[in-house]
């Protein structure tokens, strides 16, 4: 029970010990000072009896009660400073500045700072700006402005030294001094940069006019090579062009050339294909027309000597018919040549709108197909020479049965324009009735009678002594060709 309690007490006791130890011990930050007053203490180099004692960067024990503990800030002070001051010269101007300045660290200074601001810390500001604007005055009124200007370190270094020994009174240390900016409310110093000024500006305009000039230069310089630049470029494109231009346009024609070969190829084999046309064209037409028309006349002459009559009838039949198919194959062979002339002509103009030499053998083709239709033409006119010959042939034999048969085929041709007399009466009186009627038309009919030995004397006189000749040449050919047979003559009709 005993130890209890005496443990309990020793508990209490260092519970009080470290309570009052706390209270006692104070500790100067590395900032501050402390400022101990209520006993007397000897402070090195202040001297006996200050009444206070300083303590720095550590701790100390404190009565309380008897003892006052104040802290004095030991941080970094600024003062503006904005003072009106008069030149030597009479020319009022104005400096600003600033002023940086602390508590000295030593003991002296402490000492002497905590017995003037340790409770007015706060106004250090305004004592200092005092302090500097008078020297600043004093200062400044025996510089001129030029001085001023040119020469600002020496304003700082006489006013800082004017001041310095005022601010170790105080306690206080001049960190930095800046003298700011230098006004005139008169324009002096402005007019008196306006030479400077003014001459600044004109070497800023003579340096940039001269080099506007110079950069002008180098411009048209640079312009020229520019300019030949582009028009060696312009020169080599011009060159490259045209040498593309000549590659595009035979590029270009080899194909149209390409075709015109190929086409005059074909123009060529179309030629031949035309002349080997006309020459079976002109075969055909010897196998055809002029052989059949021979072989027919050799019939139409053999036919007529064995029975004149008849076969004259036959004849002249055979010979329409063959005149017919003569007329048609000739309309044909027409139609086909005026075809083919109207594609060769197409195909000329084509040919000549590509190439000349294309032209020319559309040309050539042209002619060689001129010459086939001539061929063929002339192969139809001997055709028809021939058939005519065949028809003087037979005419020359027999006129009168030829002009009997031509009779007899236009016989209702020759009524009917007998009766087209009768056509345009609108009123007719006969006298004896049918029997005028009869005569009327046996009058008309008889003209045909009359027309006959018209056509007999005709072809009398047409023929002459040259039928005589031909009679007898065709007379010993036929004789030669086959037997003689014997002719038996026919009387006209007499009612014709």
């Known amino acids: 029970m005993l130890i209890g309690i005496i443990a309990g007490a020793v508990v209490a006791a260092v519970i009080v010990v470290i309570v009052l130890f706390k209270l006692m011990w104070r500790v100067a930050e590395p900032n501050e000072a402390l400022i101990i007053s209520g006993s007397k203490h000897r402070t090195e180099g202040v001297g006996d009896g200050l009444g206070f004692r300083i303590v720095t960067g550590r701790g100390t024990l404190v009565t309380p009660g008897i003892q006052t503990v104040r802290r004095l800030s030991l941080d970094l002070n600024e003062a503006d400073l904005d003072v009106e001051c008069v030149t030597s010269q009479g020319i009022p101007v104005q400096v600003k500045g600033v002023v940086i300045f602390k508590v000295g660290d030593d003991t002296v200074s402490i000492a ?83 030479p400077h000024a003014a001459a600044v500006q004109r070497d800023a305009r003579i340096a940039a006019a001269e080099a506007d000039r110079q950069a002008t230069e180098a411009e048209q310089e640079a312009f020229a090579r520019k300019a030949e630049a582009t028009r060696n470029s312009g020169i080599q494109q011009a060159g490259y062009q045209a040498e593309m231009d000549t590659a595009a346009a035979r590029a270009q024609q080899a194909g149209p050339l390409a075709q015109a070969a190929s086409r005059q190829e074909v123009v060529v084999q179309e030629t031949k294909v035309a ?52 007329a048609a194959e000739a309309n044909r062979v027409r139609v086909a040549a005026q075809a083919e002339a109207e594609a060769t002509k197409a195909r000329g103009l084509a040919a000549a709108e590509a190439t000349k030499a294309t032209g020319q053998a559309e040309a050539a083709a042209a002619e060689a197909k001129g010459l086939a239709t001539a061929e063929a033409a002339r192969a139809l006119g001997l055709a028809e020479a021939e058939a005519i010959k065949a028809r003087a042939a037979a005419l020359a034999e027999n006129q009168e049965a030829v002009v009997a048969q031509q009779l007899a085929e236009n016989w209702p041709e020759i009524v009917r324009a007998g009766a087209e007399a009768f056509g345009n009466v609108e009123h007719m009186v006969l006298l004896n009735g049918a029997d005028g009627m009869g005569e009327m038309f046996a009058k008309a009919l008889t003209m045909g009678g009359t027309g006959l030995g018209l056509a007999r004397q005709l072809l009398s006189a047409m023929d002459g002594a040259g039928a005589n000749g031909r009679e007898d040449a065709a007379r010993k050919d036929d004789a030669t060709a086959r037997p003689a047979k014997q002719t038996i003559p026919i009387q006209p009709d007499p009612t014709a």
Not at 276 to 298: I, S
């Open 275 to 326: 002349e080997l046309e006309g020459h079976r064209k002109e075969q055909q037409l010897q196998a055809e027309v002029r052989k059949p028309a021979d072989a027919r006349a050799y019939e139409t002459r053999t036919a007529a000597e064995a029975e004149r009559d008849a076969r004259i009838s036959a004849a002249q039949a055979q010979a329409r018919e063959t005149e017919l198919r003569t």
């Open 112 to 194: 002497n700072a905590a017995r003037r601001f340790l409770d007015q810390q706060k106004m250090m500001g305004a004592r200092v700006h005092n302090v500097f604007a008078g020297h600043l005055r004093s200062i400044v009124g025996g510089l001129t402005v030029e001085e001023m200007i040119r020469d600002r370190e020496r304003l700082t270094g006489e006013t800082r030294a004017a001041s310095g020994t005022e601010m170790e009174k105080l306690g206080l240390i001049i960190d930095s001094l800046q003298i700011q900016e230098i006004l005139d409310p008169t324009g002096y110093i402005k007019n008196l940069a306006a």
